[in-house]
């Protein structure tokens, strides 16, 4: 479909033509650094490759992706600790773990899969140890689907063993009490005559920067601990004893750890905390980032990254026979300003909804607009295609249980989990048109017009048969070695994560102690009325889609314009229950003050200081300044804001 302005409609467009005018408009454009090229992580690894080869025959590294919104702290942090951007645990090693640490995520709601793990889990008796601002309802008791004896008696099983109601953005704080109670302990154990609780052979052996840590928790002091962090010195100190008892640890994380101005930051914490007693690279314990898409992780490995290193440009070279551009490229954040800078001109997205899932829509979508060029690959109609630039193009797709069929017959596409495990899968039913492509094929298609013969990539054949991308794949990055037989054994295969087993790929070959500044003392926040706002998702939605307006775990139903605060805030504030409130952002730069009009109160259990809503309702008030300097994440979980009764 093209956008029509004379109609102010979508038209359909054959899809040759529509090839065509993509590949004139790329064309036109005089460097290549000026289009950019956004990925949600749904694409499987078979598309993100064949995306990543387009744009880089093209001539950019501009790969905005929703990773930089979403575990991109990861990425950017662990490798700089563990020597790897990825989780070191497999699912078995919840079978042989004697403690489990969550911090910030929601798995009842956004890892469901996740829960049966926990609920086994506390039922062998493992405390499961929680920092979470929020009371999660699934956290707290969980009633198991596959539990026949639950199910028939409304009965539940407690899942967290303690629940730390941690300040938004207090975690590194908490970490850092953490740590220092382990330090403090493991002092007096010695003193005692103890062998101490720290594990000293794997520190000497494998780690560096531990003097460094030591030096740094040393200077930080108790009252300014518990302030940033909202926890007390004995309820950390509780939680610290159950992690020098237990032998196996592993650490979970998600959202409400990385989207902070300090979430790389916040990651190496974690990863200090494990390394202190070896609890990296052995069975039962290590770190456990839960991802978010189905293929947010495999399209990074396949290639969409805006920083590549030597070996992906090597490998390009070894399978394609052209060497790509290393010019570092765009982030979602830097693409955005880009756009808005009037500095690049064409946006091409396999699927997602980037305008609605970033910050500030009233600068985003004003940015989107000025595009001379906008094609969205989508399984699904949304807000972003609505954004209209010179020319917009929706070029609709299967999606991934759609039958797609090739030149050699139906097709398999491979994805990769969490646990870096690699699995095919294929597609069953009927596609909804019979003028759908498959996503390699669309981006084929707009290869073939753009580039022509460039480089004598033979795009018909690679798409033939996926096979053959997979091959290439395996040329580019050997660690799909044997990619194409490995992925027809059952349950498929898991890349290699050198951390699970103790080989460090840091620039020291040593697991490095990462020492963070400071608390997190962000200035944006600090101002006397401000609150610090977190954004959440709720049972009925996915991202950008929402399905329904409840919230089971959370008691709201048939709305999301809420705002869930603490009641002494409320009291504060003159305001009652129900209440109508504007959200006003507290940011710093004048220009991004935006406000959000009409909201309800809702008295919650959440520390006080702290309030939280609904994404991507409370984007509105989440300024394009604020974000991760490091990793370039959006700062979505600690956003400034004032709030006032509406007039
Ligand atoms: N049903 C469903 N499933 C999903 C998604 C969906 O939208 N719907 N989205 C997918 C995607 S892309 C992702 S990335 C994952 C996201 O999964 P989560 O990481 O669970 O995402 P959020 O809903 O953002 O929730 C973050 C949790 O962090 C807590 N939190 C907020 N701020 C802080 C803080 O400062 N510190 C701590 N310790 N905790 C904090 C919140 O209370 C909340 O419980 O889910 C994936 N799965
Ligand atoms: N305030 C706030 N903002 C956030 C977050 C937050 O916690 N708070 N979370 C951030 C996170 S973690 C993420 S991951 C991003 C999400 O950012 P995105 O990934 O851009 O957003 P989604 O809503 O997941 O995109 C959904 C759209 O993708 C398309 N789609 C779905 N499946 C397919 C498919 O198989 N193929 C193709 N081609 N298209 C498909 C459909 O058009 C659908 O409407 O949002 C970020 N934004
Ligand atoms: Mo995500």
Partial sequence: MIYDAASDRYVPLDWQQAFNLIGEELNKIPDPHQAEFYTSGRASNEAAFLFQLLVRAYGTNNFPDCSNMCHEATSV??????????????????????????????????????????????????????????????????????????????????????YHQVRTGGDLAALKGLMKHVLEMDAADLEKGGDGLLDRAFIAEHCIGFEDLRQDLEATDWDSIERASGLSKSALKSAADVYVKAKKVILCYGMGIT????????????????????????????????????????????????IPNKALIDGMERAFGFRPTDKQGHNAVESIEAIAEGHSKALICLGGNLAVAMFDPEYVFKAMRKLDLSVHITTKLNRSHLLIGKTTILLPCFGRTDLDTQESGPQAVTVEDSMS???????????????????????????????????????????????????????????????????????????????????????????????????????????????????????????TTVYGLDDRYRGVFGRRDVLFMNEHDMADRGLTEGALINIVSAAVEEDDKRTIQGYTVVRYDIPRGSVAGYYPEMNTVISRHHYDRQSGTPAFKGVPVTIAATA
């Fill in 77 to 162: 942090g662990l490798p700089k600790s563990i020597g790897i951007g990825k989780g070191t645990v497999l699912l078995e090693d919840f079978d042989h773990c004697d403690a489990i640490f969550s911090f910030g995520h929601n798995p009842g709601t956004n890892h469901p899969r996740m829960m049966a793990t926990l609920h086994e889990a506390s039922r062998r008796g493992v405390p499961i140890i929680v920092f979470n601002p929020l009371k999660e309802r699934a956290l707290e008791r969980f009633a198991s689907p596959q539990s026949p004896v639950e199910m028939a008696t409304f009965s539940s099983t407690p899942i967290a063993s303690a």
């Fill in 259 to 306: 989207q902070h101005s300090r979430g790389t930051e916040n990651v190496q914490q974690l990863a200090n905390f494990l390394m202190l007693r070896g609890n990296i690279g052995r069975e039962g314990a290590g770190i456990c980032p839960l991802r978010g898409h189905s293929n947010v992780q495999g399209d990074r490995t396949v290639g969409i990254t805006e």
């Fill in 421 to 543: 495990m690699v699995h095919a899968s294929r597609g069953f039913l009927n596609p909804p048109g019979e003028l759908l492509k498959s996503e390699p094929a669309i981006v084929a298609g707009i290869a073939k017009a753009t580039l022509g013969n460039r480089y004598g990539i033979d795009w018909d054949w690679l798409i033939a048969d996926y096979d053959r991308i997979r091959d290439k794949i395996e040329i580019v990055f050997p660690i799909f070695k044997d990619y194409n037989s490995r992925i027809r054994v059952k349950g498929g295969f898991r890349l290699d994560v050198p951390a699970s087993y103790r080989k460090w790929n840091t620039e020291s070959g040593k697991a490095t102690f990462r020492v963070a500044q400071g608390l997190n003392v962000d200035p944006a926040l600090a101002g006397p009325d401000v609150l610090v706002l977190t954004t959440l998702r709720s049972h009925d939605q996915y991202n």
